[in-house]
């Protein structure tokens, strides 16, 4: 009925437009596509339209949120069958102008999703990839922080995404793929963004882009050093607003079918299988000391 398949498109609330439009366009890698007629800035990283939007506020944070999803079915068929499994989705048109339709929700922590079936590719001889900057592969995984990752995970899983691993009960990592997490939900007092993860394509664009960085002056929080759950090698930095960035590379390939990871070397367990880690082994296997104040 419902396959959801690709993390799509984050959109910030932005009070510094002229800053956080630089770091995306000149740090990140990142091509503005277009700015609507609300101010709304639209990047992408890919040949999709936007992959990031930054939208004009008063208050900074995460805005909403979208997946790209298919169905041999009709949207209203899709939304029926969401509203069987209690998730008052509505249809909404044109939310940006090359996105004609979106199926929108909140999920049980308020947070706003959309689901999306199409979006206006760029020209054959335009794409949102930049000779310059962190240049991503993709926009990897959303990190949220929640009252109840248990709940959101549940709720996750009537979207038809795995629950792939647990950091003891606080931290659940979900995917709509083969990547070890496109979403993940850390349970904490505070709600918003814990972190947007960016994609790098192996280590040494990871090191190439943290000497650019520093170039920059962005300085690093923490890492590179390799994760437990998920594996990736991974360092965090934050843009101008302080949503905390995550670069990553070489995480866990999740084979739904056999449910299990694709084996690595560095891997404990084989197989590697979802599974609760303790805090301890998991936050930096390479003995690096994990900066707290990030989790
Ligand atoms: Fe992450």
Known sequence: ?????????????????????????????????????????YFSTSTDHHNIILTPSQETGIRRFGFQYESEHSTEAVVEHLHSLDIQAEVKQQTSKTVPEVIAFQDPEGYHVELYRTMDMLPANRRGFKPEGIVPNKVGHLSIRVGDAKQQVEFYKKLGFYNTDWIEDYFGFMTCNRDHHVLNFFTSETKGMHHLAMEMRNYQHLIQTLDFLRLNGIHLLWGPSRHGAGHNIACYHYDPEGNLIELFTDGDIYIPELDMFDPRPWHNDFPQKPKVWSTEECLSLWGVDFEKALV
């Open 1 to 41: 009925m419902l396959n959801v398949f690709k993390l799509g498109y984050v959109d910030f609330h932005v009070s510094d437009m002229d800053a956080m439009t630089t770091y995306y366009e000149q740090i990140a890698g990142m091509t503005l596509t277009e700015t609507d007629e609300n101010g709304s800035a």
